[in-house]
C-alpha cells in the first residue's frame, strides 16, 4: 500500500470550511505544467479518477480506479493515515494560529531548561531564516506552528546534537496532552551559516498515540508482519508494526520498497512518499510536485515487476498540499485510488467515490480474512 503524501485529486464537498475551496493538487499541477508526463499511472487509470492535462484516461487500466472521501475532521497525515486503517477522527487536533499559550511554553522552558524563540505560525525555512542567527547565539530553540497541528522545534546540528532535540521532542510529546494534544511534535534540525541555512534530512515526527486499535493491530495480533516504509511507524507512534524502516526521501523510499520486495514475508507493506508534502506542497513548489510526480512514475514500473503472482497492490493519499494555491497548508481533498491483484491483472474496473479512506484497510484486511470496525472492503470489485 503505496501513499503519494499529499497528492489530492480535488475539492471534498466540505472544503470551504477548510479555506480550500479550489484545491486540486495533481490537477492544478497538470495544468499550471500544461500537463504531465505519467505513462506508468496513466496505464494504471490515473487519467479515469479525474482529468489530468496529459494523462488521458485509459480505455484498459491495469488497476482499478476511484478516488475517495473522508470521514474524519481534519486534514493532517496523522488523521488521514489513521483513517486508513478505520480510525475515524471526529474532533480535529487543535491548532495554534496565534502560537502556544504562554504558560505551555513557560512550562516546556522549565522541563527542558532551555528558552524558547519564534512560538509563532511559520514556514520551516523562513523562521530559521528569520531566527537563526539568534538560535545560534542564545542557544534558544525555535519553536514554531502552522495551520496544521504541529509543535515544531528546530535547532542547528552544531548548536544542539540530534538526539539532545530528539529528546526536547520526547518532553513536548509528553506533555502535550488533553486540550493540548497536538497531533504531531517535530523535530527540525538544520545546518550551514547564516543566509545559507538548510534543513536536513533527520527530521522525525513524534506522533500521538492512536486512541483504539487500528487494522495495523489487527494484521500485527494475528501474525501478519507490517512493514513501515518513511514516516507510517511515526505517524501510528509504532502502533501495530513489526518492522519499521525509515527513509529521507521519496528516491530512498522506493529503493527500500523495491528491497523489501525481493524478500520472502506474509503480510503488508505500507509505504509513504513524503517529498511531495515536505519539498514541494507546503513551499508552493508546483515545478518540484510535477518533477516528483514523474519521477515516481518513471520508477513504477520497477516496483510492479517486483510484485508476486497473487500481491495486492494499492496506491493512494492522505490529504491534498496543493502548491498552486496560496496556501501553504494541507488542502481537504478527494485521495486517488488505483488497486489491483496481479493474478488477476486484467482491465480495472470503476470503484466510484468512496465514502471514506477505511476502505482501505477494510480491503487489505479482507485479503488477509480478516476485519476491522469502519470501511467497506472492494476486495471482491477486483476479482
Not at 103 to 128: C, D, P, Q, R, Y
Not at 227 to 236: P, R
Not at 327 to 339: K, N
Request: glycine share 12%.
Amino acid at each position: 500500500m503505496l501513499i503519494l503524501d499529499s497528492c489530492g485529486v480535488g475539492e471534498l464537498p466540505d472544503a470551504a470550511i477548510y479555506g480550500d475551496s479550489g484545491s486540486n493538487s495533481i490537477g492544478n499541477v497538470a495544468d499550471k505544467m500544461g500537463g504531465l508526463n505519467l505513462p506508468g499511472l496513466e496505464k494504471c487509470g490515473l487519467g479515469n479518477i479525474i482529468d489530468i492535462k496529459g494523462v488521458p484516461k485509459n480505455r484498459k487500466p491495469v488497476l482499478s480506479f476511484g478516488k475517495m472521501a473522508s470521514l474524519s475532521a481534519g486534514k493532517d497525515s496523522t488523521t488521514g493515515h489513521w483513517e486508513h486503517f478505520g480510525i475515524i477522527t471526529e474532533k480535529p487536533f487543535p491548532t495554534y494560529p496565534d502560537g502556544f499559550p504562554e504558560a505551555l511554553i513557560k512550562e516546556f522552558e522549565k522541563k527542558t531548561g532551555k528558552k524558547v524563540i519564534g512560538n509563532k505560525t511559520a514556514s520551516g525555512t523562513e523562521i530559521i531564516e528569520e531566527l537563526g542567527n539568534e538560535h545560534i547565539r542564545t542557544g534558544a530553540l525555535i519553536v514554531y506552528t502552522s495551520a496544521d497541528s504541529v509543535f515544531q522545534i528546530a535547532a542547528h546540528m552544531d548548536v544542539v546534537p540530534l538526539n539532545e532535540l530528539y529528546d526536547y521532542c520526547r518532553t513536548a510529546r509528553n506533555m502535550l496532552t488533553g486540550e493540548h494534544n497536538v497531533s504531531r511534535v517535530i523535530a527540525r534540525p538544520f545546518k550551514g551559516e547564516s543566509g545559507n541555512f538548510v534543513r536536513t534530512a533527520d527530521r522525525h515526527d513524534f506522533s500521538i498515540k492512536p486512541p483504539v486499535k487500528s487494522g495495523l493491530d489487527i494484521l500485527s495480533e494475528n501474525g501478519f508482519e507490517v512493514i513501515s516504509v518513511g514516516k507510517i511507524n511515526d505517524l501510528y507512534a509504532g502502533s501495530g508494526i513489526t518492522k519499521s524502516l525509515p527513509t529521507k526521501s521519496n528516491a530512498e523510499g522506493i529503493d527500500t520498497l523495491i528491497e523489501v520486495l525481493k524478500k520472502e514475508f506474509s503480510g503488508l507493506v505500507y509505504i509513504n512518499l513524503v517529498d511531495f508534502d515536505m519539498l514541494w506542497g507546503h513551499r508552493n513548489d508546483y515545478k518540484g510536485f510535477a518533477r516528483g510526480l514523474e519521477y515516481f512514475d518513471g520508477r513504477l514500473i520497477e516496483i510492479r515487476g517486483r510484485l508476486k503472482k497473487d500481491d495486492l497492490f494499492i496506491i493512494s493519499a492522505d490529504h491534498g498540499c496543493d502548491p498552486t494555491m496560496p496556501s501553504t497548508d494541507h488542502s481537504r481533498e478527494y485521495v486517488p485510488l488505483l488497486a489491483g491483484i496481479y493474478a488477476l491483472e486484467s482491465t480495472g474496473k470503476n470503484l466510484g467515490v468512496r465514502k471514506t479512506f477505511a476502505d482501505l484497510g477494510a480491503t487489505v484486511l479482507d485479503y488477509f480474512e480478516l476485519t476491522q470496525p469502519n470501511g467497506e472492503s472492494f476486495l471482491g470489485d477486483l476479482k
